[in-house]
């Protein structure tokens, strides 16, 4: 059997039961509607008493800035009279505004009426008395005999002492007539206080209880003063026709003796049901029709076509071709759905495809950065064994050659090089991150004065460049080296920007942020800051890419160009800084990135180098010397020998555990901390103290991958970085040996 001939079947047989599925959708549809309807009133009477809650809030903080005007708090009756007049005027939804006296006379009222009254006797008073908020009762107004919320508020002294009574008389009356407009009149409202009063009488539908009549004793108030026992009430009139009510189940409104209820015909409720049932009785019709027609097209058509379509697409999937697509326009239903499905499954594998190179990208420019690392890491503790030699051998030569102002000047050149060559060093390793942070408590401002010409150099004629550097910027703990390479990383962004010219401006100032000032990842953290700011005027960035503008390997830039680390690192610098960063940015209006550095609130403490703390004496005592490079150890040996050490030597550190174990007297270890064979310094220094309690260590390096820790019994690790100077070589001894057995 064909495809086209199972559909016309399936349609037919479908046709036989209208008049069943008609009679079922109407019950449900009747049922359906009339819920909603009644959900609908109970949602209307809840709205309007949300909204008067509202008022009454509103009406409450007008009291509160009321009862702090100056032209209140007055006994000339006169001048406060028509302050509440003016008042009175800004808000017409009251019918009044008035003072009443502790004692419950009135004193002043925005009607000027002049009139005498005692309050006494109103319950709001009675609470106000009592009470330190705001009162309020439903009442029909004295002066103005209209259905009001009265709305109190006791004014008190300092010392709680009852001053006044500020009382708003809230207008239910136009307050109901809004609503009634605002629900196109299709529905009635009454409201009742909790005696039976009618307060606000519904227009129309048949209610005859005039305002100001009781319905005491009648089902409807007991049904609207206690709601919790049915959710509805119906009430029929004398011609016969029944109304739905529902009432407002506002704590606060009900407490205040106010009861709000909205109402509507059943007839009304019920006719929208009917008409219903008339317009699914057509609609069938007409679908029914609809579907034979397009049966006969979808089944001779159609299917046909589309099932080809997606034939062709699975081949090409097949085939390896994740571009592959089955164009629009798609047909509904199932063959729809696949259509939809299978280039959902193509596109979802392009992107799989596309993520997994742009990862295999990520992860061969990581393993690179990873490399270059490792690469720094070890040229560093080679070049620095080998500049540790030049410039020992520089200042022996500088010595000798004291005589010859010409070999002197030579000499001199050399040790200068060799220092020149250790700062590359140190700033090749703060490059690949493997060197730890060294703050000092610094002036940013005078350090950003001494970068001045640095900062410059790389931006060339075409960028102007300024500096806004605020005087007295208060002291930051931060690592001077790291400062310059994130200011240089900024700078030289800020450059790539502006290939055909700008303006770049560096400011540096004291701020206070606040819980409203946040990073860039959203996060208030509030305090006194130094702040440095770097501010071009070049492309600008849209807010997609500032939101990513901080992620590793994030960049604009192009394959090659660029490592999406550089502000990164410098995220990553100042918030282990302890700082934070922010950024403002938009397409071609520039951008600002903004270092926000703690403000200490102590004066700097100055740092002492071993050869200033500690005058660099000779000594006698024996010095066992342990560093695998033979030229560092014999220049050490040399020196120390020179200074009148007894050395004794070794090439590593079971060598040096050989000679330990052995008699003699041996005051300090002399260790470098990276060494062949498997055993690191701090290594060998924990074995010697077992075996020598008591024994000085003094660490040397030229680089290390991690922190240096002394062991336990030997106090701090003194560490002396190569190169150095015979003089640093000469006080860390005399420090090192000085110190107390721990």
Not at 79 to 85: H, I, K, P, T, V
Not at 119 to 137: H, I, M
Not at 689 to 696: A, D, E, I, M, N
């Amino acid at each position: 059997m064909s495809l086209r001939t199972r559909l016309l079947i399936l349609v037919i047989a479908a046709m036989l039961v209208p008049a069943s599925l008609v009679g079922l959708r109407f019950v449900q549809n009747r049922s359906s509607e009339i819920n909603a309807a009644l959900a609908n009133l109970a949602a209307s009477a809840d709205d309007i008493a949300s909204d008067l809650g509202e008022k009454i809030q509103g009406t409450a903080q007008l009291h509160y800035g009321l009862a702090r005007a100056r032209d209140l708090d007055t006994r000339d009756k006169a001048a406060c009279s028509a302050f509440l007049s003016d008042v009175r005027e800004e808000y017409p939804q009251f019918t009044g505004i008035l003072t009443i006296d502790p004692d419950g006379s009135l004193f002043c009222d925005s009607l000027r009426t002049n009139r005498t009254l005692d309050l006494r006797d109103r319950a709001y008073f009675k609470q106000a008395l009592v009470s330190r908020s705001v009162v309020v009762e439903p009442v029909f107004g004295r002066l103005t005999g209209i259905s009001v919320l009265q709305i109190a508020y006791p004014v008190r002294s300092e010392a709680g002492a009852l001053k006044l009574v500020l009382l708003a008389s809230f207008n239910l009356r136009k307050f109901a007539e809004y609503h009634h407009k605002r629900l196109l009149a299709e529905k009635d409202i009454l409201l009742i206080d909790g005696k039976g009063t009618v307060l606000v009488a519904p227009s129309g539908g048949g209610w005859t209880a005039p305002v100001g009549a009781s319905i005491a004793g009648s089902d409807l108030l007991g049904f609207a003063t206690a709601p919790g026992q049915k959710a509805f009430q119906e009430v029929t009139d004398r011609e016969g026709r029944t109304q739905v009510w529902a009432v407002a189940h506002s704590p606060s409104i009900r407490d205040a003796g106010l009861y709000i209820l909205v109402g509507r015909s059943k007839d009304g409720l019920v006719a929208a049901a009917n008409r219903r049932l008339y317009e699914d009785m057509a609609i069938l019709a007409v679908a029914l029709l609809l579907l034979l027609a397009g049966v006969w097209i979808l089944a001779t058509v159609s299917v046909g076509r589309q099932v080809g379509r997606l034939a062709n697409m699975a081949k090409r999937l097949g085939l390896g071709d994740l571009s592959a697509r089955i164009p629009p326009p798609h047909p509904r239903g199932e063959l729809g759905g696949l259509m939809t499905l299978l280039n959902g499954t193509a596109e979802s594998l392009e992107q799989q495809r596309a993520a997994i190179a742009d990862l295999n990208q990520k992860l061969s420019q990581s393993q690179k950065m990873e490399a270059m690392g490792q690469l720094t890491g070890g040229v560093a503790h080679d070049f620095n064994n080998l500049l540790t030699v030049i410039l020992g051998n520089s200042e022996h030569l500088a010595d000798r050659l004291a005589g010859n102002k010409e070999l002197h000047r030579i000499a001199g050149d050399i040790a200068t090089a060799a220092e020149r060559g250790s700062d590359l060093t140190r700033s090749l390793l703060a490059f690949a991150r493997k060197q730890p942070l060294r703050p000092r408590d610094i002036d940013i401002g005078g350090k950003i004065q001494e970068m001045e010409a640095l900062l410059r150099r790389p931006l060339g004629e075409h960028i102007e460049c300024a500096f806004a550097l605020e005087p007295d910027v208060g002291l930051t703990s931060v690592d001077p080296g790291q400062l310059t390479t994130a200011l240089l990383n900024l700078v030289l962004n800020a450059r790539d920007v502006m290939p055909l010219g700008g303006r770049l401006t560096i400011e540096a100032r004291n701020v206070s942020l606040g819980e409203s000032d946040l990073d860039v990842n959203g996060e208030p953290r509030p305090g006194d800051y130094v702040m440095v700011a770097v501010t071009d005027t070049g492309s600008g960035m849209t807010a997609e890419v500032a939101s990513r503008a901080f992620e590793p390997f994030f960049t604009t830039k192009e394959v090659g160009k660029g490592t999406g680390l550089g502000l990164s690192m410098v995220y990553g610098f100042v918030r282990q800084s302890g700082g934070l960063v922010q950024m403002q940015s938009a397409p071609r209006q520039g951008s600002t990135v903004r270092l926000f550095f703690p403000r200490l609130a102590t004066p700097p403490t100055e740092d002492i180098s071993p050869a200033e703390g500690i005058a660099a004496r000779e000594g006698s005592e024996t010095i066992l010397v342990v560093e695998d490079n033979d030229m560092v150890r014999t220049y050490v040996e040399s020196e120390l020998k020179t200074l009148g050490y007894r050395v004794i030597t070794a090439a590593s550190g079971p060598a040096a555990l050989d000679l330990l174990r052995q008699s003699g007297d041996i005051d300090l270890l002399f260790t470098d901390v990276v060494m062949p064979g498997g055993m690191f310094g701090p290594e060998l220094a924990r074995q010697a103290s077992q075996l020598r309690p008591g024994l000085k260590v003094l660490f040397t390096s030229g680089y290390s991958q991690n922190p240096v820790k002394a062991p336990d019994g030997i106090g701090d690790a003194r560490i002396l970085t190569k190169p150095f100077r015979r003089r640093d070589l000469a006080a860390m001894l005399r420090s090192a040996l000085s110190t107390p057995a721990q």
